[in-house]
């Protein structure tokens, strides 16, 4: 069966740490990979996206790596602070055209503390 | 919130009554949809929109129908609310759709509980 997970149990980290979540999936071939951060009550907000051939992508703190081989993508938050607390969810692209949508991970809770 | 809108934002309703929720956007994107979001299942997809008119299923959208009659509005019908649709439920825009990378964006949601 297909599946997208994220580790559920929360990430708890020291400020100025690195953060490391993981997405696994299974029996998928996403042509490219988001991650998204989502605050309680909140609807989620962009983070970056990762393509198929990109092995690495960056944005200030943050880092994407995407193996397809390993079928993971891993999310880094380097030098975290407190206010980088939050849900992070991946999101793979299934199927194309019209009929392609967004398969969400259920999200990993990060929390950093002070 | 990229200029989307969702309403009620929260809303108590008994089973057995119907249900509309709006979701409007002033970005003129070409795709909406409508996810729920609960826990232990993350955010699923209920239906979605690629144009005025033109709607499909997502993974979980027994229960419920939705509509398109103008780019900015999208509303999702219970028709007959049960409480299995107890739930937090979003509306997402997107400007290009599956052909491309569709960067979703998303309402403040609607929290909607039956009792």
């Known amino acids: 069966s297909q599946k997208i997970e994220q580790n559920s149990e929360a990430l708890n980290i020291q400020e100025g740490k690195t953060a490391t979540l993981t997405c696994n999936y299974t029996n998928y071939s996403p042509a490219y990979l988001q991650w998204y951060r989502q605050d309680p009550g909140r609807g989620p907000v962009f983070l970056l996206l990762i393509r198929e051939n990109e092995k690495e992508k960056r944005k200030e703190r943050l880092k994407v790596t995407f193996d397809t081989t390993l079928k993971q993508s891993l999310f880094h938050i380097t030098a975290s602070q407190p206010a980088d607390s939050a849900t992070y969810l991946c999101?793979?692209?299934?199927?194309?055209?019209?009929?392609?949508?967004?398969?969400f991970g259920q999200g990993t809770t990060l929390q950093v503390k002070p | 919130d990229a200029g989307i809108t969702q309403s009620p934002r929260h809303k108590v309703t008994e089973t057995g009554t119907p249900v509309t929720l709006r979701c409007h956007q002033t970005?003129?994107?070409?795709?909406m949809y409508w996810y729920r979001q609960d826990p232990g299942h993350g955010l699923r997809l209920i239906h979605y929109s690629y144009g005025v008119k033109d709607t499909d299923k997502g993974e979980v959208s027994d229960g419920y129908s939705v509509s398109r009659s103008k780019t900015e509005d999208f509303l999702l019908t219970l028709e007959s609310a049960t409480s299995s649709q107890t739930s937090v439920y979003f509306c997402a825009i997107s400007e290009s759709g599956g052909t491309s990378t569709d960067t979703q964006y998303f309402g403040p949601g609607t929290r909607l509980t039956v009792l």
């Open positions: 970005e003129n994107h070409r795709y």
């Open positions: 999101a793979l692209r299934h199927g194309s055209g019209n009929t392609g949508k967004l398969i």
